[in-house]
């Protein structure tokens, strides 16, 4: 069983820069894909960023790429999401998540993950 916490959420003005972490507990292997997904009210949860939790390759949705960077640290089982030049749109609840796949095919649908954590609220202010 595989078991995530969120933390770094918070409040920040229009411009401002945000990393979201997640500790990754239980069995995994070097190859699961891991994805930081957003879900603002009223809106479908949408993928933003994934990556193998060993590292390699990174992929984004259009809405956050050039401004979000997707990391990890294996040994210490974390996975982070840094968001610079933040905006009011991405306000959101945002979610960690670990697939039992590797990172292949429809990589941010939801439905292809199988742990999620509990999620971190980030507010954007204008």
């Known amino acids: 069983q595989v078991h995530l916490v969120e933390s770094g959420g918070g409040s920040v003005q229009a411009g401002g820069s945000l990393r979201l972490s997640c500790v990754v507990s239980?069995?995994?292997?070097?190859?699961?894909?891991m994805a930081w997904f957003r879900q603002a009210p009223g809106k479908e949860r949408e993928g933003v960023a994934a990556?193998?939790?060993?590292?390699?390759?990174?992929y984004y949705s259009d809405s956050v790429k050039g401004r979000f960077t997707i990391s990890q640290d294996f040994a210490k089982k974390m996975v982070y999401l840094h968001m610079n030049n933040l905006t009011p749109e991405d306000t959101a609840m945002y979610y960690c998540?670990?697939?039992?796949?590797?990172?292949?095919?429809?990589?941010?649908?939801?439905?292809?993950?199988?742990?999620w954590g509990q999620g971190t609220q980030v507010a954007v202010s204008s």
């Open positions: 990556m193998p939790i060993g590292g390699g390759g990174t």
């Open positions: 239980g069995y995994t292997y070097s190859s699961n894909c």
């Open positions: 998540a670990a697939s039992e796949q590797s990172c292949w095919g429809d990589i941010l649908g939801q439905y292809r993950y199988n742990y």
